[in-house]
């Protein structure tokens, strides 16, 4: 049988990688997929890239669109990244009946409802598991692997270039912009890594994960997100201190008949598995009723971990070109007719532990205060650590660690704290999970 034709958009780190990956290996990922498989066309923006890469039985076109709509390729696989033009190129695939692998979590947050409709109409495979923490496959573990499962909670670090950046504040007291540079250089980082920082990125997969596990549409607007700029030295060194690590979740939960989907920064005990998660490293913890807590640990970026991923996707594409496409997986886990619309809290709502950091005068009478408000809201403090003052300074930090507490309680104390004349600047904030 001849080789299945791959159109490849994009030979940057990850295109580049799938080539070397598929090359490498192509006799047992054919051995695998019953079909050889090759890269017959590819897009290339700049051909300085094509360095060091065999791809001289390659079609190199620099439009994509003439990949996208060339008759002898079955599968596109859209490494370009980013909303558009992938959005189009993608759509236009489809179109053209072609199957579409992508590692585009953009573009699978934002437009995957209308790309899954158009792909289920047009009998096509759209795959998208290197989408989501790179070469780990938590995607075809939650769609396929939990699915007798009902699904609780999940709390992943999905941002490589996020956890290296806590990581190394924490381990080598180093500043965030030296970080960021170097992650930028080991080529983690997003083209704009204000995503990596804010929580855009981890956002995206949040939102895909979400829907995996809970049969809900993809709703990328509905994530509460919180990025990592906010957190200090001094906050990642009193969570060590209480025990804790600071790492920035990504977070889904069903509560009653809701959902929560959230991304920010988060305390939690130094015991769990996922506190030792560091670098630029990933992990997902899914919390299933039948299996328990299990833990997905891996390389979430790179080029040959996403390579591995994609390559993954496209050997299960190979797989069922000859088979019924009623009885593929369905792109959400869930039948498309089944997808249910819970809603998501909003994060008022959400209850939670906090890690409060206050500057405080250094006076009698102030922690009396603090105490008072809390209980006036009814906040249960779970610890107090205060600090000494520095010398010649007046005022001290005072560290709190509350119990569970609805999110409006909190932002109710913290605008009485702000409003105090005892208390200076802007309370810092991180809400506590013990992932227990
Ligand atoms: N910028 C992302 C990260 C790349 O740092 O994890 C992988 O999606």
Redesign the pocket.
């Known amino acids: 049988m001849n080789p299945v034709k791959i159109g490849l958009l994009g030979l940057g780190t990850v295109g580049s990688g799938t080539l070397t990956v598929l090359q490498r290996n192509a006799d047992e990922i054919a051995r695998r997929a019953g079909r050889g498989i090759v890269v017959s066309h590819a897009s290339v923006r700049t051909r300085s890239r094509l360095e060091g890469l065999a791809t001289q039985d390659i079609r190199l076109s620099e439009d994509p669109r003439i990949v996208v709509d060339d008759p002898d390729v079955e599968v596109i696989v859209e490494l370009i990244g980013g909303q558009q033009p992938a959005f189009e190129l993608v759509m236009r695939a489809i179109e053209n009946g072609k199957h579409v692998v992508t590692a585009n979590?953009a573009l699978i947050a934002l437009n995957g409802n209308e790309i899954f409709a158009a792909a289920q109409r047009k009998g096509v495979m759209v795959a998208f598991e290197a989408a989501v923490a790179?070469g780990i496959p938590i995607i075809k573990s939650i769609r396929e692997g939990l699915a007798g499962n009902h699904i609780r909670w999940l709390a992943g670090i999905?941002?490589?270039?996020?956890n290296f950046i806590l990581t190394e504040m924490r381990d080598h007291d180093r500043e965030f912009a030296d970080v960021l540079a170097e992650?930028q250089r080991l080529g983690?980082?997003?083209a704009d890594p204000a995503?990596?920082v804010d929580g855009i990125?981890a956002a995206h997969k949040l939102t895909i994960l979400g829907s995996i596990a809970f049969g809900i549409p993809l709703q990328y607007d509905h994530v509460y997100m919180e990025g990592i700029s906010g957190v200090t030295r001094d906050d990642v060194a009193y969570a060590d201190e209480l025990g804790y690590r600071i790492k920035h979740l990504a977070i889904a939960r069903r509560t009653n008949g809701n959902v929560e989907l959230r991304v920010h920064p988060t305390l939690i005990p130094e015991r769990r598995l996922l506190a030792s998660v560091d670098g630029?490293m990933?992990a997902v913890v899914v919390h299933a009723d039948a299996l328990g807590p299990t833990l997905y640990y891996g390389a979430?970026?790179g080029a040959e971990p996403?390579a591995s991923a994609v390559v993954a996707d496209i050997v299960d594409v190979v797989r069922t070109l000859t088979g019924d496409p009623e009885n593929r997986v369905p792109h959400l886990a869930f039948k498309p007719d089944q997808i249910t619309d819970l809603p998501v809290m909003p994060v008022e709502d959400i209850e939670t532990a906090y890690y409060l950091r206050l500057q405080a005068a250094d006076r009698p009478g102030v922690m009396a205060q603090v105490s008072r408000i809390m209980g006036d809201l009814d906040i249960s403090i779970e610890a107090i650590l205060q600090k000494e003052p520095g010398p010649g300074e007046t005022t001290v930090p005072l560290i709190m660690l509350t119990r569970r507490v609805v999110e409006k309680q909190i932002n109710e104390a913290i605008a009485q704290f702000e409003a105090l004349d005892s208390i200076i600047g802007k309370v810092q904030r991180i809400r506590v999970e013990t992932l227990g």
């Open positions: 979590k790179g999905v941002n490589g270039t996020g992650a983690y980082a997003e995503f990596d990125d630029v990933n979430g970026a996403t």
